[in-house]
């Protein structure tokens, strides 16, 4: 961020009343998101004032004083990033933590964790530290509720915090089913909470929730660990374990705010991509809420107790929820991107690369993937994806079979609580050259759609969309039917979310293009390797150009290779 935005940032914030700032370092600078309306280009004012997060609290001080309260964060675990990869401790972070808190920090604030042996041990050292910084400086936790076994997954994944063997030993038979994943997130939340409040501190503690805008979890938390007051649940809980910190709007924008400090702010936090080929759910909803109590929170409730992730209905305050602080959408780093992808420079090799994950799972996952892994869904059809792949010269991210009534317990298929039938409609989404679009395959959605057979969706970098559908559909891919429960929609999929997504799904071009440049700044000029990436990050800028994102539903769930024998059709 340049110098005149974060001035205009502080500026809104002391003008609202918000005193309390968390200075994190965010997302690498990217010109075109921030930039103000009436900015001109100005030499003396770049971000390279800005690099660090202690830039930023360094700024904050010399320049407002004391009025702003300033938190940092801290890893427990250790920082993922590329300088210790591997060997992720944090010790290598302590140095900088260090750095940080003799610039003007008031307070820290850590990443989501699980292993709470870990954090204790984190906080122990830090209490212990012979430069004496940290004896009493507020050190606040950072706890996510469990919401879903896929987001733990994912989230962990890209945070590299530990997922503990018992944890997944008792998510493990329960994980296709939310409701129940949800119930057991509560319980090992209260019990990290439980042990967090036995480490003995010489002051009131906090914690910081990642809520991802799903409150019931939290709510229910905070009144197991008796954390808030039963008389007042307007005020603040007033015991020995104080939640200085109220986390509102989940992790993208999360407003913090205590009784010792005055005020809020917010922190960047950017989103992670949830589409690959996998099962097109993130998390498969189960309807009933699992809190159901009769304090004002729950009466007065009104979003999903479940995260819908990309595939579910955008009018929810959780769809497509931010995750952790990633430096990119991609979810490995600059040297990982190049050894697993290479230096693309022709259509031929895309399409290799996507042919070669299918059929060999080499490499193991694509930009556009979560995992390392195909989903077993994702198996049953990989022939067809195969053949549409290497024939058609779709290069697809996500999709899912056809299913048509099968048991909620099915090992592959099934999810929500046992007893239930589960069905879905064929779908696939790829990437195709516009003039492809253009001349044969939109040509054949049409035709296809109208007999019936199919909707579709397309969009562009450049944001042209294209569709069968009118703006108010809304189309069901996956549900399913319990005893005592209304028809449960897992999945879904509409115009918004598949705008909102596509943005992504570009941008993941250029993140992939940003990695091939970060590693080609080593290299020497004339070296014949710089000159390839070179090449290949023109030809990737050129495919997010060039090319259209399409999703096509096929509505007869009934036979299950009904979509893609139509795709295949002259």
Known sequence: MKRRLVDQALEEAKALGVRNILALRGDPPREEEYRLETETDDEEDSNEGFTWAIDL??????????????????????????????????????????????????????????????????????????????????????LMPIQSFEILTRTTKLSHAKLPSGLLQR??????????????????????????KSVKTSRPRGIHFFTLNLEKSVTEILERCHLIAPESLEESAISDFEPTV??????????????????????????LTTNSHRSASPTRLAVPAIYNGSNPFSREATWDDYPNGRFGDARSPAFNPPLTYS?????????????LWGTPTILAEITNLFT????????????WSESATLSPETALIKNELTTLTETEGYWTIASQPAVDGLP??????????????????????????????????KPHLQSLHSRGEVSYYAITASNHFETSEPPSAVHAVTWGSFKGKEIATATMVEEVSF???????FDIWNEWSRCVGEMARGLRQGDEQKERMRTCREFLGRMRRESVLVNVIGHEYREGGRLWEILMEE
């Open 57 to 142: 609290v360094r700024y904050i001080r010399r320049v407002h004083g004391d009025y702003f309260c300033i938190g940092v964060a801290a890893y427990p675990e250790g920082h993922s990033d590329l300088s210790h990869p591997i060997d992720q401790d944090p010790r290598y972070d302590l140095p900088y933590l260090i750095d940080k808190t003799k610039a003007g920090a008031d307070f820290i604030m850590t990443q989501l964790f699980y292993d709470v042996q870990a954090y204790t041990q984190f906080e122990k050292v830090l209490r212990e530290h012979e430069s004496d910084l940290f004896r009493t400086i507020p050190i606040i936790p950072g």
């Open 171 to 196: 998510l493990g038979p329960i994980k296709g089913d939310d409701e129940a994943v949800k119930s057991m997130g509560v319980e090992v939340i209260c019990e990290i909470v439980e042990d967090i």
């Open 246 to 271: 109220n986390g509102i709007d989940g992790i993208n924008g999360d407003v913090f705010h205590n009784r010792t400090f005055s005020a809020s702010s917010a922190s960047a936090a950017a989103q």
């Open 327 to 339: 430096p990119t959408s991609l979810t490995v780093s600059p040297t990982q991107a190049l050894s």
């Open 356 to 367: 070669s994950h299918l059929t060999t799972h080499s490499p193991p996952q694509l930009p």
């Open 408 to 441: 909620s317990t099915h090992p592959t298929h099934g999810w929500g609580p046992p007893g239930g039938f589960v069905f879905q409609k064929a779908f696939v989404e790829f990437f195709v050259p516009i003039t492809t679009f253009q001349s044969t395959l």
């Open 499 to 505: 705008r909102a997504w596509g943005e992504e799904a």
